[in-house]
């Protein structure tokens, strides 16, 4: 089991920044493959980033490359999301998720990103 809160979300203008965070509890994230992912409203859940649990492998939706990036801190426990160069089509609820036992079984409540134009 492990519990994943994200946070780090608001409202910022286009062409802003803003870094989420995903902090972990139940067990030690070093040993799980995580990812994000966002759901804007109306629109399917769309896979934004993903990092091994070794960080040795990393991966981006064709959308956020060259914007976003994904870090870990086994030491925190937390996996990070900076997102540069915001633009409004970034706008929607971000999700976190682990891989422990199935692909991605386990997620956050998400946090809301609105980019303003």
């Known amino acids: 089991q492990v519990q994943l809160v994200e946070s780090g979300g608001g409202l910022v203008q286009a062409g802003g920044s803003l870094r989420l965070s995903c902090a972990a509890s139940?067990?030690?994230?070093?040993?799980?493959?995580m990812g994000w992912f966002r759901q804007a409203p109306g629109k399917e859940r769309e896979f934004v980033a993903a990092?091994?649990?070794?960080?040795?492998?990393?991966h981006y939706g064709n959308s956020v490359k060259g914007r976003f990036t994904i870090s870990r801190d086994n030491a925190k426990n937390t996996v990070y999301l900076q997102m540069n160069s915001l633009k409004p089509e970034d706008t929607a609820v971000y999700y976190c998720?682990?891989?422990?036992?199935?692909?991605?079984?386990?997620w956050g409540q998400g946090t809301q990103v609105t980019v303003s134009p």
């Open positions: 998720a682990a891989t422990v036992v199935a692909a991605y079984d386990f």
């Open positions: 139940g067990r030690t994230i070093a040993s799980v493959d």
């Open positions: 990092i091994r649990r070794s960080g040795s492998y990393i």
